[in-house]
């Protein structure tokens, strides 16, 4: 089964909102990791976060992990019209050597 | 230059037949990954080559065979095409194996199986 679940599966907002997607995984991790796929398009590397961090920042975007909830978040704030993709949290379960991906949220954003 | 490069970009063909997806990265990296993305968007690691070692093989048919000539390949042989075998098949490369570090993905192969 899969080991991350996103939530919500669609999400539609207005350019300049911020953007809150949430990712829960279900076995403890060393690490996760949030990707983005535009349409048609290979996965690129937004930002990772250590089991032992609870936060971390990269530009527009903004990682929480909580892991004795098992449950990580991806906040873009100003979101611009280029940020409509899918998004995903991918996790690498202890004494695993593969990253398993969630399900992803499809974010929409309107000019 | 493309770090990641995939080839076919687009595949169509007929049940029963069998085909080949290409993949080299020029990254140095010493792991390499199959990913299958089915039509729910859904990511699901297929095998992964550390210094063309299989060390990752995730309940695939062996209709398919990755082979690695040298750690910047890994190519996807796919014996016998089904249906089922329609997706978007991914390349993926990282430093180290595992999932501890960023994997680059190449832009995929659009395979469809008629």
């Known amino acids: 089964s899969q080991q991350g679940e996103e939530d919500p599966q669609a999400l539609s907002i207005q350019e300049g909102e911020n953007a809150t997607m949430n990712c829960s995984y279900k076995?403890?991790?060393?690490?996760l990791q949030w990707y983005r796929q535009n349409s048609g398009r290979g996965l690129v590397h937004l930002i990772l976060?250590?089991?032992?961090?609870r936060e971390k920042h990269s530009g527009r975007l903004r990682v929480t992990l909580d892991t004795s909830k098992k449950s990580s978040s991806l906040l873009i704030t100003a979101s611009r019209a280029a940020d409509t993709a899918s998004y995903f949290c991918a996790t690498d379960p202890d004494s695993s050597y593969k990253l398993i991906f969630g399900s992803g949220t499809r974010l929409l954003v309107r000019p | 230059d493309t770090a990641v490069s995939q080839t076919p970009k687009y595949l169509v063909t007929q049940m029963g037949n069998d085909k080949s997806i290409k993949c080299e990265q020029n990254?140095?990296?010493?792991?390499m990954y199959w990913y299958k993305q089915d039509s729910k968007k859904f990511l699901k690691i297929m095998f992964s080559y550390n210094n063309k070692e299989l060390i990752i093989n995730e309940t695939v048919p062996n209709r398919f065979s990755p082979k690695s000539p040298d750690k910047a390949h890994l190519n996807l042989h796919i014996n016998s095409l089904e249906l089922g075998d329609s997706a978007v098949y991914f390349c993926a490369s990282s430093q180290v194996r595992g999932g501890q570090e960023t994997q680059y993905f190449g832009p995929g192969t659009r395979l469809l199986v008629l």
């Open positions: 976060i250590r089991s032992n961090e």
């Open positions: 990254l140095g990296h010493d792991t």
């Open positions: 076995t403890s991790i060393n690490n």
